[in-house]
């Protein structure tokens, strides 16, 4: 089993297939998606190679993630060979949903368990503001479509910005009164680009959540293959709330995630200076090299990130490792 040196376990990868992404969001791309940089993506051969040494290390959870990596037209593909891994128990996808209505379906039949889609605003008009896209009621409809096909598990995020919609917390929970969706509020975090954004919208999560404590809300335990997000729910709601704080105390302290970027390149954390690069190992017959070399990388994860300090380490945009 994947472990540190601080006796944490990791079990869950976020493994991005792609860092292209089509939305232009103010917080992560306001330009867009620059070109003008190689695109050399891991292959699917390359996939299955990295996948398979992950699971036999114990990894049971894989979040697929970009950029928007509704994108890459073997998707399908990707998901199937983590649902034909031996090992791997769930299998996530977190999506900004352009084509979500389209193909939800395909993705569940290739074994998709978990969705997270990320819908910053539920006001059509702020939606396109803040991301520069229109099509906010098509995704709205492919999280309808994924609850229809079975999916337990769909959940929609949402990045908090002081300017733009922490007054709409209340339109969100109106949202899941009656839909068994988790809403889930993101801090905004500080990266390379986006330092004066950050200086004018990030806003703590705690007092909502606070709040939420003082109407009712009751914080719910996690599962062992959780992400760090807090949930709460109530007797009143269909639906959950959520709440990552990443400026908070100790939410380092029960990481058990590891990140795979699209160029192969290990993260031991989402603000780490560098990745270890694992291409060289991931030949068809690279398995147990890649095991060896995830294994060494671990004895260099730190205790945790230094956000606090403005610290964002190599991390230029959030698109570059999905979050």
């Not at 928007?68 to 990707?78: A, M, T």
């Not at 335990?221 to 760090?228: D, F, Q, R, T």
């Not at 990745?275 to 690279?286: A, C, H, K, S, V």
């Not at 205790?303 to 300090?309: D, P, Q």
């Amino acid at each position: 089993m994947l472990q540190d040196n601080y006796g944490r376990k990791f079990e869950y990868l976020r493994l991005s297939i792609t860092d292209v992404c089509n939305f232009s969001c103010d917080y992560c791309l306001p330009d867009g998606y620059d070109c003008s940089g190689a695109r050399d993506f891991l292959s699917l051969s390359e996939i299955k190679t990295l996948v398979t040494a992950f699971a036999k290390l114990g990894m049971k959870k894989i979040r697929i993630t970009g950029g928007e990596p509704g994108l890459r037209k073997d998707l399908v593909d990707v998901i199937r060979i983590c649902n034909n891994t031996q090992g791997i128990e769930q299998i996530a996808l977190t999506t900004n949903g352009f084509n979500l209505e389209n193909n939800i379906e395909q993705w569940v039949e290739a074994g998709l368990t978990h969705l997270n889609v990320s819908a910053d605003s539920l006001d059509p008009r702020l939606f396109q503001a803040i991301t520069g896209h229109q099509n906010l009621e098509s995704i709205l409809r492919g999280v309808d479509k994924a609850i229809s096909l079975g999916l337990s598990n769909v959940k929609l995020n949402a990045v908090l910005l002081k300017t733009f919609n922490l007054d709409q917390i209340d339109q969100y929970l109106s949202w899941i009164k009656n839909k068994s969706v988790t809403v889930r509020f993101i801090e905004l975090m500080e990266t390379g680009d986006n330092k004066d954004y950050f200086a004018t919208n990030h806003v703590s999560g705690e007092y909502i959540k606070q709040d939420l404590l003082a109407k009712g809300w009751t914080q719910v335990i996690k599962g062992k293959l959780a992400g760090p997000a807090q949930e709460f729910c109530h007797p009143d709601y269909q639906g959950r709330f959520g709440l990552i704080m990443p400026y908070s105390t100790d939410f380092c302290k029960t990481c058990n995630r590891l990140r795979i970027a699209s160029n192969g390149k290990l993260h031991l954390c989402l603000f780490a200076e560098q990745g270890i690069d694992l291409r060289p190992y991931l030949t068809e017959d690279g398995v147990e090299q890649t095991c060896d070399a995830l294994l060494a990388a671990m004895t260099n994860k730190e205790v945790g990130h230094e956000l606090a300090k403005n610290f964002t380490g190599a991390t230029t945009h959030l698109a570059m490792l999905g979050g």
